[in-house]
């Protein structure tokens, strides 16, 4: 999968299709996540005392200049599991898939190279009651799953399938682990009843963010095609970052909202 610079691929229906990789915001998300303490780069140089600087041993010499050692400034960074989850319900078929797709692998691409982040993906449709869920990527598969993610088929099952996906962040929590899960849907859950608390999907959808909260699970969403979606009450204003194809916009609330996470999760780890 390469990154284009011409624009989003045209849009196909079944079969596969390469993602398109905005390069503002994978810069973008990587700025705002260096600028925390999650980030793998905690380190002071050219002390005077601590663990030997392999970049700095060089300079000592007869002058007697000993800065060549390093010390942390704080604790091990944080680990960052990172959930998207990926609405691909007939709603979504055409243009709406394609934006999930190229925000998907965007967000992927941001994130492969940051040591402490381990990526998850994962789409999701409804047949009956229920959500049928696909994992698409995850640490040590190939890219090519996120080539098929423009199929779409059956109803939406957000609340259903942030469920499922939210216990499988809360399986995997550790004392030095942070999760977030970010739904990438048009925010139109048309699935309720059999299995869920309330039979409302919107309520059912609220009450599991509300309850991975508790967990150390925060939720944001990525609202694709957002007019008439119900992506803000379900999971609050704050937390949801609407998309048309605008990626300037994107890049600039995605970066604005993904920081505020990252602030909470560094003070979480530091009390």
């Not at 909260?213 to 957002?226: C, G, H, N, Q």
């Not at 890049?251 to 909470?264: I, K, M, N, V």
Request: net charge positive; with cysteine; proline share 4%.
């Amino acid at each position: 999968m390469v990154s284009r610079t011409k624009g989003p691929a045209p849009i196909q229906f079944g079969g596969v299709r390469e993602p398109y990789i905005d390069g503002g915001t994978v810069a973008a998300v990587r700025a705002v996540f260096n600028r925390t303490r999650l980030a793998h780069s905690n380190w002071q140089y050219r002390r005077l005392d601590g663990r030997l600087d392999s970049r700095s041993a060089w300079r000592y010499d007869a002058r007697n200049q000993v800065d060549i050692f390093r010390e942390r400034k704080n604790a091990s960074p944080t680990k960052l599991n990172v959930f998207l989850l990926v609405d691909a319900s007939g709603s979504m078929m055409g243009r709406s898939a394609c934006n999930a797709q190229d925000v998907s692998a965007t967000l992927v691409d941001a994130f492969k190279h940051i040591p402490t982040v381990r990526m998850h993906v994962w789409q999701h449709w409804a047949m009956g009651g229920g959500a049928t869920l696909l994992r698409r990527y995850e640490p040590g598969m190939s890219l090519e799953g996120l080539t098929k993610m423009p199929e779409t088929s059956g109803g939406n099952a957000d609340n259903f399938a942030l469920r499922a996906i939210g216990d499988r962040a809360v399986s995997l929590q550790r004392p030095d682990t942070q999760s977030v899960i970010i739904m990438i849907s048009d925010g139109r859950p048309s699935v309720g009843g059999r299995g869920a608390r309330v039979s409302d999907p919107v309520i059912h959808a609220q009450k599991t963010v509300a309850d991975l909260a508790r967990k150390r699970v925060s939720v944001l969403s990525v609202a694709i095609e957002p007019l008439g979606g119900l992506n803000v009450q379900m999971y609050g204003a704050k937390n949801v970052i609407p998309f048309t194809g605008n990626w300037s916009e994107l890049a600039q609330s995605f970066a604005t909202t993904f920081g505020r996470f990252l602030q909470e999760a560094e003070r979480a780890a530091r009390y």
